[in-house]
């Protein structure tokens, strides 16, 4: 009897062992300097564009000029933190909630990772978990990276927050960078950068393609950073047509490819003809193609890809802020803190221009952005009206960061109800 | 622009639901021989990372590649198949623990990933995705056309399976074979049927048609292969195979349900409708739920068709 169960359930642990152990490599790798040497494509197109308007706008805060620590504040009191190990190389580690390859997101700051490695060579070896879901349950992720050595963590998703509060509590000397939230620690920074500004910028685009001025939005959550952008991006469209709708569908996904798909294919059913999609995955861009309506990605260029229907996209560069922050531990200089990077210095950028943007539409679009890279945020002075037609922010007036980083209306323009939470 | 919304509402259902009856195809005639197979998400991902990587690598026509694509997708699938046939029917470990492993160590982060990094596939959209093929001039038929006759050829293949499972089930002495040896296969033993070769056949046969659902969200939904973008339909396959009892026809009926609950719920959204999303994503798996508890009588279990031996490994000697 006692033969036979061993029989039984031996295999059974060996193979949960062996798909455990399998997970384990599949997901968490150390990168060495040489993995380093992919190049940045969407960073180097992006270049090139942002290096068009400084010639375009010589007066304003040139795009992409300004040092990342303009847009930095220490927390009140903020005393720097030493992460920094005492012998042997840093150890900084990035946790993800989707895959590194995701075409949006997470690849994004896998590229910040990286840059860091690319920077510091043998002077950091760096540290990633990919496809770890949100909640508390990432605190476990946390406690491993933390026995392993790590004294760097870099949270980047949303729902990771509370556990890196717990976390930076728990580990007073290990420097938490969080990407993106809003809560605070001596040894926990959070940073984002102004999307708002690209996602103006991109519903210019989708204004000037959308012949009809509907135009739709598919958007994961309706939480303050997604709900500024769909603000933003509507502000933009009406910018150029200020007739348009932007009718928004919320997917209650960050990253779910055949539902973004469906999503996107039932707005061009409701009679949309131009589409944005504030999704990890570029789905929405195939629903966009089999239909030929002009389309705008998000934190991805797409251009190559989806040369018959792309018109731009928000992209952030997550090493314009990884990258000094790692070189203030290594000097023992860290202070956590708020970062909001920008156009000035180089965090967002715009993907390049797709053949649908008409060339006078591009002119408009890069001298608006040299005047949001001077004053970012700039797009929400007043008068801001919310959907209901109450005032939100008075003629003249310009939001403040608070009024921003809370958003929590939709502006008149977007059709669709704020999902109850 | 056809917006009419009863048509836009099928022809979603359909598209969508095609790789979800494929996989809980697979996973009804597995477990009608008497084996539970929690593996099928891994199997899907695996089908995907595979097909993708396949039309890739093919040179030819774009039939072609494509044909050739979802063969391969099928074959590495059905390969996982037998490694879980290897496992639950050779070795005799419990089947959930095998299949959940399997769905790990194949699955979002584990081998498929592994494979799209180290072939390179993942972000590159394929040159010949699986594309809507007209039938005839079918296609321009008022409401049906669209509906039904501007599909990819996947979808057409599901029907065809359709009718073949479904005589094949009810109407063959094999079939019969297959039911007896998952309801008692001491009994379809004692009458001369050999059980481990059906038990094999059919997991394996699981694993391939697996495989066609990953192959399709990679090759036909978005022809790119993202890690882990089958996203639960695995997991919602298995759900479908109670929820139709475990026969062929009322899982496609299922299947298509399951599509056409989440596209109405974009739809209506989309045209700025408003209801409350959340509760029609739920009401699938809400009907899944009540199946089960109507199963869990006796009498229902009798006729509903539930394998007897579902999940029981078969040992000669334990008669």
């Known amino acids: ?421 | 622009m056809n917006s009419n919304l009863f048509m836009v509402i099928a022809a979603s259902a359909i598209f969508y639901g095609t790789p979800l009856f494929f996989a809980a195809l697979g996973e009804l005639l597995t477990e009608r021989s008497g084996v539970l197979n929690l593996g099928v998400e891994g199997m899907m991902l695996i089908g995907g990372v595979t097909g993708a990587w396949a039309s890739q690598h093919i040179g030819g026509t774009s039939w072609f590649v494509v044909l050739m694509s979802i063969l391969i997708g099928t074959s590495a699938a059905a390969l996982v198949g037998l490694l879980h046939a290897f496992l639950a029917i050779t070795l005799r470990v419990n089947q959930t623990v095998a299949g959940l492993a399997i769905t790990i160590f194949a699955g979002g982060l584990g081998l498929s990933s592994y494979f799209a990094s180290v072939w390179n596939v993942a972000q590159r959209p394929a040159t010949h995705p699986i594309r809507f093929l007209d039938v005839g001039g079918l296609a321009d038929t008022p409401i049906l056309g669209p509906i039904f006759f501007h599909q990819n050829i996947l979808t057409y293949f599901s029907w065809i399976a359709v009718v073949v499972a479904s005589i094949y089930l009810f109407r063959t002495r094999v079939g019969l074979q297959l039911r007896a040896v998952g309801e008692s296969p001491q009994t379809a033993d004692a009458m001369g049927i050999n059980v481990v070769k059906y038990r094999y056949i059919h997991t394996v046969i699981g694993g391939a048609l697996a495989g066609v659902g990953g192959v399709y969200y990679s090759l036909a939904i978005i022809p790119t292969w993202v890690d882990g973008m089958t996203k639960g339909a695995g997991w919602i396959a298995i759900a479908l195979v109670i929820f139709g009892f475990w026969r062929p026809d009322l899982t496609l009926a299922g299947a298509y349900l399951f599509g056409a609950l989440q596209s109405l719920s974009l739809t209506l959204k989309a045209r700025n409708m408003h209801i409350n999303g959340d509760l029609l994503d739920a009401l699938p798996f809400i009907m899944t739920i009540v199946v089960l508890v109507l199963l869990s009588g006796g009498w229902a279990k009798k006729r509903l068709g539930a394998p007897a031996s579902l999940g029981v490994p078969y040992e000669r000697e334990e008669r």
Request: glycine residues 10%; hydrophobic residues 40%.
């Open chain 1, 1 to 421: 009897m006692n033969k036979r169960l061993t029989r039984k359930w031996l295999p059974a642990v060996a193979v949960l062992g062996l798909g455990v152990s399998l997970v384990a490599c599949g997901s968490s790798k150390s990168d060495t300097a040489s993995d380093a040497s992919t190049t940045d494509t969407a960073a180097a197109t992006a270049d090139t564009m942002a290096s068009t308007t400084d010639t375009a706008a010589p007066d304003a805060t040139a795009v992409g000029s300004t040092s990342w620590d303009t847009n930095f504040t220490p927390w009140k009191d903020g005393k720097p933190v030493n992460c920094k190990p005492a012998t042997g190389p840093l150890k900084a580690a990035w946790i993800y909630v989707g895959p590194i390859n995701d075409g949006g997101w997470t690849q994004a700051h896998h590229e910040g990772l990286k840059a860091v490695q690319a920077k510091f060579g043998d002077q950091v070896v760096t540290t990633y978990k990919e496809n770890i879901p949100e909640g508390p349950q990432v605190l476990t992720t946390i406690d491993q990276l933390v026995k392993d050595g790590n004294t760097v963590i870099f949270g980047t998703s949303f729902g990771f927050q509370d556990a890196f509060v717990t976390a930076a509590g728990k580990y007073p000397n290990v420097c938490f960078e969080f990407e993106t939230g809003f809560k605070s620690a001596a040894n926990l920074s959070q940073a984002y950068g102004a999307g708002e500004d690209g996602d103006y910028l991109a519903g210019m685009a989708a204004g000037a393609a959308s012949k009809t001025g509907k135009v739709g939005y598919l958007a994961p959550f309706a939480i303050p950073e997604v709900i500024r952008g769909v603000n933003a991006f509507t502000l933009g469209v009406r910018n150029i047509n200020p007739a348009a709708t932007v009718q928004v569908v919320w997917t209650g996904t960050w990253f779910d490819p055949a539902k973004e798909r469906q999503a996107a294919e039932s707005l061009i059913s409701a009679g949309v003809d131009a589409i944005s999609s504030a999704q990890d995955s570029p789905a929405a861009g195939e629903a966009a193609k089999a239909k030929s309506i002009p389309w705008v990605g998000y934190d991805s260029d797409q251009n190559a890809n989806f040369p018959e229907v792309w018109l731009t996209a928000t992209t952030y560069h997550w090493g314009v802020y990884e990258v000094p922050r790692i070189q203030q531990v290594l000097d023992g200089t860290w202070v956590a803190g708020d970062y909001y990077g920008g156009l000035d210095d180089g965090f967002v950028k715009m993907a390049t221009f797709g053949k649908l943007v008409s060339a006078d539409t591009q002119a408009k679009i890069l001298a608006k952005q040299a005047e949001l890279a001077a004053n970012s945020g700039s797009q929400f002075t007043g008068p801001i009206k919310a959907q209901d037609g109450t005032e939100k922010i008075a003629a003249g007036a310009s939001a403040s960061y608070g009024d921003l980083m809370g958003m929590n209306y939709l502006v008149e323009g977007v059709l669709g109800d704020l999902p109850k939470s």
